[in-house]
């Protein structure tokens, strides 16, 4: 079986630019979980969503914004990059809401020059 | 102080060794504890998953929680240089609701030298 995907693999953007990254979770789970990595760093939690709506937001600014489709998949939007919104970030899915099996993807990483 | 707490880096280690990995955390409302492992340019995949306080073991793979001291601990038996990674420390106060969100340590890189 596929695991999570995510698209694009890498990504280059300027400051002041809009971004929009994707995730497909695994096939038949319903949440998904979106996260930011700064190199040499543990990732930091941005949104959670189960069944389209957003279950759990973490400390990031109103720039970013997430949305889930009735097929499950996600997408995280940016906008009005910073410099210090380059990172990894990724996408972990799980069954439902209440899992604590979270399957992570190979992530997007977006450098923002 | 961060929630947090991941013992600093990296650390290297010969074939066969005892790892052991540690972390410490201030938020006592913390009850779900995982250990992550991350290989380079790769997404972090679940290792050892632990509710509240104690042991449980896997293979060569030992998690040990007490929460009376906020400590958590992995250990690694008989280490492999298929072990080398990135391993991360994360938990939760629950796993439904607005508080369900993972909180991560910063990670230690390990190596396992032949």
């Known amino acids: 079986d596929a695991g999570v995907t995510q698209s694009p693999t890498h990504l280059i953007k300027t400051r002041g630019q809009q971004v929009t990254l994707r995730c497909s979770p695994i096939?038949?789970?319903?949440?998904v979980s979106w996260y930011q990595q700064v190199l040499g760093q543990g990732p930091q939690f941005i949104f959670q969503?189960?069944?389209?709506?957003?279950?759990g937001r973490g400390n990031f600014p109103d720039r970013f914004s997430a949305r889930q489709f009735p097929n499950y998949s996600s997408e995280l939007n940016v906008n009005a990059l910073l410099l210090g919104d380059s990172a990894l970030y990724l996408c972990?899915?799980?069954?439902?809401?209440?899992?604590?099996?979270?399957?992570f993807g190979p992530g997007t990483r977006l450098t923002v020059t | 102080q961060k929630e947090v707490e991941q013992d600093p880096g990296p650390l290297s280690v010969p074939e066969g060794a005892i790892v052991s990995l540690n972390c410490t955390y201030s938020?006592?409302?913390?009850?779900?504890f995982m250990w992550y492992r991350q290989y380079s340019r790769k997404g972090p995949e679940l290792l050892m998953y632990?509710?509240?306080?104690g042991n449980k073991e896997d293979g060569r793979f030992t998690a040990q929680v007490d929460k009376s001291s906020k400590y958590i601990s992995l250990f690694i038996r008989d280490s492999q240089p298929s072990d080398s990674a990135t391993y991360l420390c994360?938990?939760?106060?629950?796993?439904?609701?607005?508080?369900?969100?993972?909180?991560f340590g910063k990670g230690i890189t390990l190596s396992v030298r032949p």
């Open positions: 096939s038949g789970h319903k949440s």
């Open positions: 972990a899915s799980s069954f439902a809401q209440g899992s604590y099996e979270q399957y």
């Open positions: 938020n006592s409302a913390f009850q779900y």
């Open positions: 969503y189960y069944e389209k709506e957003e279950r």
């Open positions: 994360a938990m939760s106060p629950s796993l439904t609701g607005a508080n369900s969100k993972l909180t």
């Open positions: 632990t509710y509240s306080s």
